[in-house]
């Protein structure tokens, strides 16, 4: 059985930073061909796409996060990372991991960040 279990978040002030992490189990993350992402909760109760390792090890990042946010992993402990730098208050959210494999995407229940200003 495949668990995504997400940690890192908590309350920080505008201009901090928090390492989000997501320990994968039931799924080697060096073993298969699996797109990654970071994905964060919108005021609707939706999903945003945050960042995402490709299938090819590129990377990628929604606008609003470019050149504070970077995502990574870490083979050795099967984790997924998002660093978060020069948080903003409008970064407070919900943020979740995902793993797409070829058969299915998997969920993680997400940490709360949030930031005040």
């Known amino acids: 059985q495949v668990q995504l279990v997400e940690s890192g978040g908590g309350s920080v002030q505008a201009g901090g930073s928090l390492r989000l992490s997501c320990v994968a189990s039931?799924?080697?993350?060096?073993?298969?061909?699996?797109?990654m992402e970071w994905y964060r909760r919108t005021p609707r109760a939706e999903r945003d796409w945050v960042a995402n390792i490709e299938r090819d090890g590129s990377l990628n990042y929604v606008d609003s996060v470019k050149g504070r946010f970077t995502i990574s992993r870490d083979n050795a402990k099967n984790t997924l990372h998002l660093q978060m730098n020069s948080l903003k208050p409008e970064d407070s959210t919900i943020y979740y991991c995902?793993?797409?494999?070829?058969?299915?995407?998997?969920w993680g229940r997400g940490t709360q960040v949030t930031v005040s200003s």
């Open positions: 039931g799924i080697d993350l060096d073993m298969g061909n699996y797109l």
């Open positions: 995902s793993i797409v494999t070829e058969q299915t995407r998997y």
